[in-house]
């Protein structure tokens, strides 16, 4: 009888069990322990969606990562970037304990020594120099509650020199604040109540994958979907129409469009009149060009233009999804403010489906008064797109010592020459991260970090209303340790550690009060995703904005762009946008074999002498990179196109190229205000 059971058993689907055999005085028999289990957690990663996931662990370790089929936005999707990070976590060129460079090399250190010659040199440099001599530099690498303590410490510390301006998308933030008061997007299931929808310089087949169910549901029921990028992204394969203007010149595309509306007199006569200022200031812009001036200047065939304007007449409500790389010129705003204009002439403001949407904020939730700015209110900020500028001039005083957490600045500000040069610069530089990326050749004491799965957190998203849990997962590997359990050993060996050292749930509780106060509990919080409460579906539903009129404000003033001096030497525009396989510069060594591969048009290469997989030199006025090209019939004449993110050391770094510009509003960084040229191997020098 038992062998038979036995028998049975061994032909049973067991995955998910250990069968184990017992015995006692009085009978013998079988049992199960269940072996894998599945944790819900939310992805952290500097990206659109912060997807909801369900991570599945066997015997500590973690075995795949899937989408939480309850979150309600990317129900149970994920993305490949996203599953492959098992492979990232488990990777063997993950660094998993503390470093200290030794000549040219690096030799592992104690926990202990680490943070005990991290504090020792940062009590001998503000003695000397003050707090300020201290650079923190906080990347955007993952963006949760308590990443918000980190500044705390420094705050704490005297006040350290810190950052201001954004990498990624401060100019758009501040343009539409410009014009609504404060920017609010649509909730993206909105969306569904959309009958065409426009992505505007957004590729959420790479970028925003929560996107594209909404995108064919809607087109299902015929709504038509245009893409306007001049580049030839993947989600052009969704859309059911592209338009390709000239780089940067969106501005003038959005005023030819808004002409032809208003020449039909189909304008939103309502809102204009009662909802909106300074509009007769706009129709002076638009009134100083006719549509063909603007057609030509953006590039675009005029017939485009009119099919444009025929979609927000006929086709409302016209959702509008602005992308991050519309951010990435000097003179963004422009293009911005133009866009939610035609937006709001065309009657699309206020409206189930319609609006202008760019992102939310991933830090809105939390009570950021805990960041500590209060304490050290007037301490010296660095322009982040003009970081190793403001490290190289640095007096009164110099920076003596830059701390690293959840960035790669070396790698991804631009003009990477200028900030390996600063960093290289600085007496002393510690870099917390899972592997030695650029920045760390540079670094005297690297210190690893934890992985969101080894974390226990809260995350809200930039694409969307919820806030998500982020629940320990495995055990950290090795000796890494969390920004938080690392922030406050090192603060055991300061004056200020009863200050600093409260308990995680602690901390967490006091950074989402906002939201125990409207009715959210830390229970709900850590059991799956929490819609943010008080987000509208809606934003400006009843037509009132946050601005000192209480109205939509209009564009009043308008600069015409003006052609680089250069663009003879430096032909094409480099386009360096959002990779398909991986996110900002998480790679590791072995995942770039090979040189960074560039598009470039077909017929231009032709005119070069190129042929596909060619070896070239890509140069800016500040740069120069080796690089393949790929051949592309479907591009632009005018722009040289390649991913993001590559690492320096392994002959990708694009960054080499880019100027180091801000945008005249929002600080942010334009790294597409860069033009190269290609010239063959052979002639370099």
């Known amino acids: 009888m038992v062998f038979l059971c036995l028998w049975k058993m061994q032909n049973t689907r067991l ?45 500590g370790k973690l075995l795949y990562l899937r989408g939480n089929p309850q979150h309600p936005v990317n129900k149970g999707k994920v993305c490949h970037k996203c599953a492959r990070f098992v492979q990232r976590v488990y990777s063997p060129e993950r660094v998993l304990t503390p470093l200290r460079r030794r000549g040219s090399g690096w030799a592992p250190i104690s926990w202990a020594d680490a943070l005990d010659e991290i504090a020792g040199r940062m009590d001998r440099i503000k003695s000397r120099f003050g707090p300020e001599a201290i650079l923190y530099y906080q990347g955007f690498g993952e963006r949760t509650a308590l990443k918000l303590l980190n500044t705390r410490f420094f ?60 995108i064919k549901e809607i087109r299902t029921k015929g709504a038509p979907v245009v893409l306007i990028d001049p580049v030839v992204s993947e989600s052009r394969r969704i859309c059911d129409y592209h338009i390709q203007p000239a780089p940067g010149q969106d501005a ?10 208003l020449a039909r007199k189909a304008e939103d006569i309502d809102f204009l009149s009662r909802h909106s200022e300074g509009y007769e200031a706009f129709l002076k812009i638009l009134d100083s060009f006719t549509v063909v001036e603007l057609a030509v200047a953006c590039d675009v065939p005029l017939e485009q233009v009119e099919y444009l304007a025929e979609l927000l007449i006929q086709r409302k409500p016209t959702a509008i999804l602005l992308g991050w ?32 949407s760019q992102g939310f904020e991933e830090y809105g939730p939390y009570d950021l008064n805990l960041t500590g700015s209060d304490l050290k209110p007037n301490s010296r900020k660095f322009l982040m797109p003009l970081i190793g500028e403001e ?75 919820y806030i998500g849990p982020v629940n320990r997962v495995i055990e950290p590997l090795g000796e890494s340790k969390s920004d938080f359990k690392m922030f406050q050993d090192l603060a055991e060996r300061f004056s200020f550690a009863a200050e600093f050292n409260r308990s995680l749930d602690d901390w967490l509780a006091l950074l989402v009060e906002p939201l125990l106060a409207r009715g959210v509990s830390l229970k709900q919080l850590f059991e799956g995703p929490v819609r943010i409460p ?95 090209v790929k051949l592309d019939e479907a591009q632009r004449k005018d722009l040289v196109v390649c991913p993001r993110g590559g690492w320096i050391k392994a002959g990708r770094g694009v960054n080499l190229l880019t100027r180091d510009l801000v945008s005249k509003v929002g600080n942010g960084t334009p790294y597409f205000e860069t033009r190269v040229n290609i010239k063959p191997v052979q002639k370099k020098g």
């Open 15 to 59: 995955e998910n069990r250990k069968v184990f055999f017992y015995h006692d005085d009085s009978k013998v028999g079988f049992g199960f322990i269940k072996m894998k289990r599945n944790v819900i957690t939310t992805c952290t990663r500097d990206c659109t969606n912060t997807c909801g996931l369900v991570a599945t662990v066997e015997h």
């Open 155 to 214: 705050n704490l510390f005297g006040g350290a020199t810190t950052l201001y301006g954004t990498l990624c998308g401060g100019t758009g933030q501040a343009a539409q604040n410009l014009d609504v008061g404060c920017r609010i997007s649509h909730d993206p299931l909105d969306h569904l109540n959309s009958r065409s929808l426009i992505l505007w310089g957004r590729n959420p087949v790479i970028t925003n994958i929560n996107l594209t169910p909404i």
């Open 252 to 261: 003038y595309l959005a005023m030819a469009v808004a002409k032809i509306i």
């Open 325 to 356: 790389g519309l951010h990435r010129w000097e003179s963004a705003h422009y293009t911005v403010r133009c866009i939610d204009a035609l937006n709001a002439i065309a009657g699309n403001i206020g409206v189930a489906g319609g609006g202008v």
């Open 391 to 465: 490290i190289l001039k640095a007096q009164a005083p110099p920076v003596e010592m830059i701390f690293v957490t959840a960035g790669n600045p070396v790698g991804m500000a631009p003009n990477s020459n200028k900030v390996a040069e600063a960093f290289a610069k600085t007496p002393f530089v510690v870099v917390a991260g899972h592997f030695l990326d650029d920045t760390t050749d540079y670094a005297d004491i690297f210190l690893p970090s934890t992985t969101f799965l080894e974390e226990k957190d809260l995350v809200a998203g930039f694409g969307h209303n």
């Open 534 to 628: 008080d987000t509208p579906m809606i934003p400006y539903a009843d037509r009132i904005f946050p601005t000192p009129s209480g109205k939509f404000m209009f564009m009043q003033e308008f600069a015409r762009s003006t052609r680089q001096k250069n663009e003879q030497e430096f032909p094409y525009q480099l386009m360096s946008v959002v990779a398909r396989d991986w996110i900002g510069s998480e790679l590791t060594l072995s995942e770039q074999s090979e040189l960074l591969t560039v598009h470039l048009n077909a017929q231009e290469g032709l005119k070069l002498g190129l042929r596909d997989g060619d070896t070239v030199w890509l140069v800016s006025s500040v740069g120069e990179l080796q690089v393949k």
